[in-house]
């Protein structure tokens, strides 16, 4: 439990600024009332960077860095437009962020509670957490082109994988797995291929988990596990997995689990060395954007994150069970942004 | 249409041969007869490569490359076995066939057929194929590791990406979507992370549009394509990927389809000047292997996918309306093996 909550808030591009506004209004109604709470609006994202031509300046950076937390809607603008190509806002910003602040876990957890609707026929108990390893593997940004523009072309994209950074988003995910009822670890990589990262992830787990005898442990292929998600979901508890493949497989288990507008995740560094940073899986959806139509659920659900990672258990279960109490009784209703975080606020507990 | 095929068959380990057995007597049995039709059998896998050491020696893939095309069950022993760790029979056999036999398509189709259940609730109509790259991308083997076994390991893997190679897999999904009904194109990549390799993806497949004006063209972030895969699976058409995008799509596509056992593959070198390599998308299943149990639905399909890139297209016809009729007829009564043979067999048309 830290007094202090000095928060930055991007709110981003599309429907960032509106499920954002929801989320703050829930974290505000929250928050214990001793907390030295701030808040402080930062404009970055794409419609920013079109307007004034930074992406995240190092002044920028340096400001996000003295707060404690971050929470961030969604940032990226009309894909077709060019002076966006090339990923220049996920990347100059999003993962610019995750790396500058050493965000080397990306928690997603997915869960199936009742009142959601899955597109699975048989979902079964969704339960799990990905663990999703944040500053390196194929997002390390290391690669080129050769010849470029030429038949001759190629290019190349390097992951990068070392041993400390391994070793430290695995021991986090063993003890988040000894903390479940389930202890259930499951290594997701593709090591038949991938033989010299795979290799690394296989050892790094094997070695780790002789300190935690009571977590059972196990490996699936990323392809595998993409079927299992969709066959048998309640097989997982705790995944711990590469950057790309946690990428891939939490869209999908954020699919299985309700929706991609319920899934909460959370940019963690855990020592506090520098502030995590919490926002929801979806993007900025600009086909909806200022429609009032965007549910702001996965965007509460990361103030959940928030909470807890901040120490403020209490606060973050009051927040869970509220989002709960909602969705168990959402129904076929349409409503506003701002209905549904009305509906979570008056279902707060005191 | 060929009048010569000089079949080479690898059956494999596991399941291998017994679903093999069942696919060789369907290809026997509607082979025209006025065709050259030869087969060997060859013992690779990881039961011969325990036995002898062998996985696949020069000679072998001499002998190999003397055949018209390979018919292939599954390989893989016990994953627990160390004797096979670092996936040595995967990729010292299966995707060593692929890149010496220049499979640059891996052609896996995916439809959901009257009969068959899928794990969605509302799967809509599923008739798509995905177009994976096959011998470059993060499976060129490339990457290493420096400091290994020290705290300051570092392991690499380097995907490699070749306009060439690029351009010659996306023409070939060009020519495929202007043949099917919906003419429709999605490239799936992760070009806002993955920039050299997601820029020449997307430039190859803009340049190539350009002679395709019929062909609706799209593009969808992997991820993305999970979420579609199980929420509007109908969206997709013909997908064009690389090789480890293309290995996690098509085990999602096929476990939404009904199920991995009943996905085939084809491993194409469609100017043919060298065998095409036709298989099961499932594995060898040890577990299940010897039981008569296994589903050889998913190699026969593969046998239709050989006749068909044979040029026995009737033959191919007849095998697949053989299989549909066989799924819709299929009810919920367990068949061993040889049975589902069998029923496929009495239902060929003459
Ligand atoms: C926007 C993109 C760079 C990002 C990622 O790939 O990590 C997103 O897909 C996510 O999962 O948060
Ligand atoms: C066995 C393995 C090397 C292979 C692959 O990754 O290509 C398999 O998963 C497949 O999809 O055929």
């Not at 970055?44 to 860095?65: M, N, P, Q």
């Not at 663990?131 to 940004?141: I, K, N, S």
């Not at 909806?288 to 994150?305: E, F, H």
């Amino acid at each position: 439990m830290t007094d202090r909550l000095h928060l930055a808030i991007i709110a981003g591009d599309g429907i960032g600024p509106e499920v954002i506004g929801q989320a703050v209004r829930v974290l505000e109604a929250v928050l214990p009332s001793g907390v030295d709470y701030t808040s402080t609006e930062y404009p970055f994202g794409a419609g920013h960077y079109l307007a004034t031509g930074e992406v995240l300046s190092d002044e920028s950076l340096a400001a996000l860095k003295q707060h404690d937390a971050i929470l961030l809607g969604a940032v990226g603008g009309d894909p077709a437009d060019p002076r966006l190509a090339g990923g220049i806002v996920e990347r100059g910003l999003l993962l610019k962020l995750r790396f500058a602040l050493d965000h080397y876990v990306n928690l997603r957890p997915a869960e199936i509670v009742p009142g959601v609707a899955s597109p699975l026929a048989q979902p079964g108990d969704v339960d799990f957490v990905v663990v999703r390893e944040g500053t390196e593997g194929p997002y390390a940004g290391n690669g080129g082109v050769l010849r470029d523009g030429t038949p001759h072309a190629i290019a190349t994209e390097v992951s990068v994988n070392t041993e400390y950074g391994v070793e430290r988003v695995v021991r986090f995910a063993f003890e988040l797995a000894q903390r479940r009822p389930r202890k259930k670890l499951t290594l997701v990589h593709k090591k038949n291929v991938l033989v010299f990262a795979g290799f690394m992830w296989q050892r790094v787990v094997d070695r780790i988990a002789a300190e935690y005898p009571d977590v059972v442990v196990d490996y699936l292929h990323v392809d595998a596990a993409t079927i299992f998600m969709v066959t048998d979901p309640s097989r997982f508890d705790v995944i711990v997995t590469d950057n790309l493949f946690g990428d891939i497989i939490t869209d999908l288990a954020a699919a299985i689990a309700g929706g991609i507008g319920l899934a909460a995740s959370g940019n963690i560094n855990p020592a506090g060395e520098f502030p995590s940073m919490f926002e929801p899986v979806h993007g900025s959806a600009p086909d909806i954007a200022g429609q009032g139509k965007a549910d702001p659920t996965a965007a509460i659900g990361s103030v959940a994150l928030l909470l807890e990672q901040s120490g403020h258990r209490d606060a973050a279960d009051r927040v869970r069970a509220a989002v709960r109490a909602d969705l168990d009784a959402r129904g076929d209703v349409a409503r506003s942004t701002s209905e549904i975080g009305d509906a979570i606020i008056a279902r707060l507990s005191t």
